[in-house]
């Protein structure tokens, strides 16, 4: 059974500082991952997303990692500003059920002025 | 396009009420689904839909049931509400189900069962 974690929970850093946020899943065997947003009291709104064949994906001040063989991917925030505050969330599609999604129970980053 | 459109956006229930949440898409996507968030669970997939006709359980899927009768529409009915669904529900939908699908999500629709 595919299970996600996120650590940290939380995460505060000071304006301008470069961070990384931690996305784990325990079965190797994945159609692709995908980083979320989520703005409180929001939807979620999605951010990159790797397929199993790619390394890595970028979008402006954000760059996520796949390493599969680890069961490990990445998204870093280069620069961090007050309005990059919010939850972050990950989520495999495993290749046993394309149908379901799996999602870790996010980061929450406060980034300080 | 609207994207993935939730109604209602608030809902309070009484326990054993029944009621559907809406959930709509104007993309043309095949895939739909359902979930819940609720504090220190996360979000957890109640339902899906690979295609119009086409429904599968997720995990947690208990007190709920759906149809697909058009690819436009995935609604979600809570057939005799209990407090403990009381949460915040999204739909989700995605072109297919392949590598290069992103999910994109509605607003939410906050439902409390009293």
């Known amino acids: 059974k595919q299970e996600v974690t996120q650590i940290p929970a939380a995460l505060s850093v000071p304006e301008g500082e470069n961070l990384v946020l931690n996305c784990s899943f325990t079965?190797?065997?994945?159609?692709?991952l995908q980083w979320f947003r989520q703005d409180p009291g929001k939807g979620l709104t999605s951010l990159l997303l790797i397929q199993s064949s790619q390394r890595e994906q970028t979008s402006g001040r954000l760059n996520a990692s796949l390493d599969k063989s680890s069961g490990r991917s990445t998204l870093y925030i280069a620069a961090s500003q007050p309005g990059d505050s919010a939850t972050y969330l990950c989520?495999?599609?495993?290749?046993?059920?394309?149908?379901?999604?799996?999602f870790g129970q996010g980061t929450t980053l406060q980034v300080k002025p | 396009n609207a994207g993935v459109t939730q109604t209602p956006k608030f809902q309070v229930l009484k326990t054993g009420q029944s009621m559907t949440l809406q959930c709509a898409q104007d993309m043309n996507h095949e895939y739909m689904s359902w979930y819940r968030q609720d504090p220190g669970m996360g979000l957890r997939l109640i339902h899906y839909s690979v295609g119009a006709g086409i429904t599968d359980q997720g995990e947690v899927p208990n007190g709920y049931n759906v149809s697909r009768s058009t690819t436009e529409d995935f609604p979600l009915r809570l057939l005799s509400a209990a407090p403990s669904q009381t949460s915040v529900y999204f739909c989700?939908?995605?072109?297919?189900?392949?590598?290069?699908?992103?999910?994109?999500f509605g607003n939410g629709t906050r439902l409390t069962v009293t």
């Open positions: 079965d190797s065997a994945i159609y692709n």
């Open positions: 989700a939908s995605s072109y297919g189900t392949g590598e290069s699908s992103p999910l994109h």
């Open positions: 989520a495999v599609r495993s290749r046993s059920n394309t149908g379901k999604l799996i």
